[in-house]
T-cell receptor
Framework: RKEVEQDPGPFNVPEGATVAFNCTYSNSASQSFFWYRQDCRKEPKLLMSVYSSGNEDGRFTAQLNRASQYISLLIRDSKLSDSATYLCVVNGGYNKLIFGAGTRLAVHP | EAQVTQNPRYLITVTGKKLTVTCSQNMNHEYMSWYRQDPGLGLRQIYYSMNVEVTDKGDVPEGYKVSRKEKRNFPLILESPSPNQTSLYFC?????????????FGPGTRLTVL
């Protein structure tokens, strides 16, 4: 079983749609959690950290469920510019970041 | 501008010909890593360094070497490249050991080994 698992997609959605991604992780001792965004074959960039109480940044909302060991990302009012691959990232201890393989999102007009 | 730089960005080489990919960061970060990214497998850590002269193996270290003689530089060395090392490589850096410290990535090096 992979340490961090994501649905690879692609998720094809129209502009303005709401889309949600989930991610599960296997290590219950994981300390911190993130969503990174990666445009086609470019470097990943931090989208947002995920805190225990859940957090929101504009159109993006992240949730953490430690009991079930999953993380979610909700994108409201999708824009064409949201098209990218979204990487779920877990700090597995000793500051080692473990990356999921990513979920691809394609937003169309 | 705070950044991580890598060179070269693209490299085509032949089996067995030693190569070095340079990585440099200007943020005074202690923690640096090398990753490779392959389709369907995500980013896998090759080596990491907690500080100068402190390096350790990641998940896929075979066939690679690193060094950390200065805080800002963390070169990746392939002594005898093989075709299975064809991949997209990213260098990354992060400040200290805070659980929520952001990790910054270089622009990537696309390596093809023939």
């Amino acid at each position: 079983r992979k340490e961090v698992e994501q649905d690879p997609g692609p998720f094809n959605v129209p502009e303005g749609a709401t889309v949600a991604f989930n991610c599960t992780y296997s290590n219950s001792a994981s300390q911190s959690f993130f969503w990174y965004r990666q445009d086609c074959r470019k470097e990943p960039k931090l989208l947002m950290s995920v805190y225990s109480s859940g957090n929101e940044d504009g159109r993006f909302t992240a949730q953490l469920n430690r009991a079930s060991q999953y993380i979610s990302l909700l994108i409201r009012d999708s824009k064409l510019s949201d098209s990218a691959t979204y990487l779920c990232v877990v700090n597995g201890g000793y500051n080692k970041l473990i990356f999921g393989a990513g979920t691809r999102l394609a937003v169309h007009p | 501008e705070a950044q991580v730089t890598q060179n070269p960005r693209y490299l085509i080489t032949v089996t067995g010909k030693k190569l070095t990919v340079t990585c440099s960061q200007n943020m005074n970060h202690e923690y640096m890593s090398w990753y490779r990214q392959d389709p369907g497998l995500g980013l896998r850590q090759i080596y990491y360094s907690m500080n100068v002269e402190v390096t350790d193996k990641g998940d896929v270290p075979e066939g690679y070497k690193v060094s950390r003689k200065e805080k800002r530089n963390f070169p990746l060395i392939l002594e005898s490249p093989s075709p299975n090392q064809t991949s997209l490589y990213f260098c990354a850096s992060r400040a200290g050991t805070g659980a929520y410290n952001e990790q910054f990535f270089g622009p990537g090096t696309r390596l093809t080994v023939l």
